[in-house]
Structure formats: structure tokens, C-alpha cells
């Protein structure tokens, strides 16, 4: 089940999605993949508006929300998120939401090894195809079920730290660190390049 009631939407044109319009404030596009049903919507409506639907509908092919955070070394990150529809049927639109992101956020459910599985697939396609600095972050979705829980923190930490990604567990129904994981995105976001000193 998806967190909000989409409709395939539309690119706002071809500017540089990762670059920053001053040394302070950065924008990001920051895209969500994932198998269908762990999440992902309910992560970005968490992030964005505060609000948990558990009755919402699946993501048609993809939604677009933005949010603005100010981190602790003063620099403003506007994340203009794409949140992909993770049935399969979608997957040959993800490479256009992908492509030009600075950042990925790839979310599996703790209580499904499945979609723990699928979201190995995205990271491999996101070091083929994405950009070769993109942050990217494996998510553990659905932490609240932790009683039901297939999937080790162990055993995602470890393949999360093979690829050079950070990890967290979130839970978008209790909003257990969904802040955090953005917040530890824009930490590890490549700055804009300022005057060198020698």
C-alpha cells in the first residue's frame, strides 16, 4: 500500500537537479525506489506533512513532494523528492525519476527478506545508472513490527556498509527517525565547490 493518492507526474524541466543556487542552500532530487507495499509514500508524507494514512492508495508511477531542512552547519537542503511506484510493471519508468539524483532512498520492509531482495536489485541498478556521487541509503521500513521482523539489522548493516551506503531503520507509522534519514542524507552531501585555498 502506497501513503498517498498519485498520478504519474510530470519533470519541471531540465535544469541541474543537483546543483545549488547559493553555497548555503542546496537542491536535491532525491528519489525513493522499493518494492511495492514497504513504504515509501508513507516515509515522504511522514517527512513532508506529518501525517500517517494507513488506508492510502498505491503510487501511480510516481509522486513529486518537496521539503526544506536546515542542518546544523548552516546550509539549507531543498529535497525535491520523487516517490516511484514499486510494482513491477513501473520499474522501466524508475531510471527517469533516478536519473540526476543526488540522493536515493532505497526501502525495504523488515518483515518481508522479498522486498529485502528487491531493494538490492535497485542499489545495483543505481551504481550501473545513477550518478557516480549520488548518497544513497538502504531503509529498513516498518520498524514498529520489529516482533515480525525477517530481516536482521545485521545482516542489512553489513550489505549497506559493502556498498558504501549509510543505514537506518524508520518507522513511518510512530515517525521513529524519519527525520533523521533526511537529515543524515543532507550531512552527506557533497558540498558545492567554494574558492580552493592552497
Known sequence: MGCSTSSPAKSNGSFDERGASDSKTMRIKLVLLGDSGVGKSCIVLRFVRGQ???????????????QT???QDSTTVKFEIWDTAGQERYASLAPLYYRGAGAAVVVYDITSPESFQKAQYWVKELQKFGSPDIVMALVGNKSDLHASRKVTVEEAQEYADSNGMFFIETSAKTADNINQLFEEIGKRLPRPATTQKS
Do not use: E, Q, R, Y
Not at 500517517?52 to 518537496?66: I, Q
Open 69 to 71: 531542512i536546515a542542518l
Open 52 to 66: 500517517f494514512d494507513p488506508s492510502s492508495k498505491v503510487t501511480v508511477g510516481a509522486s513529486f513532494l518537496s
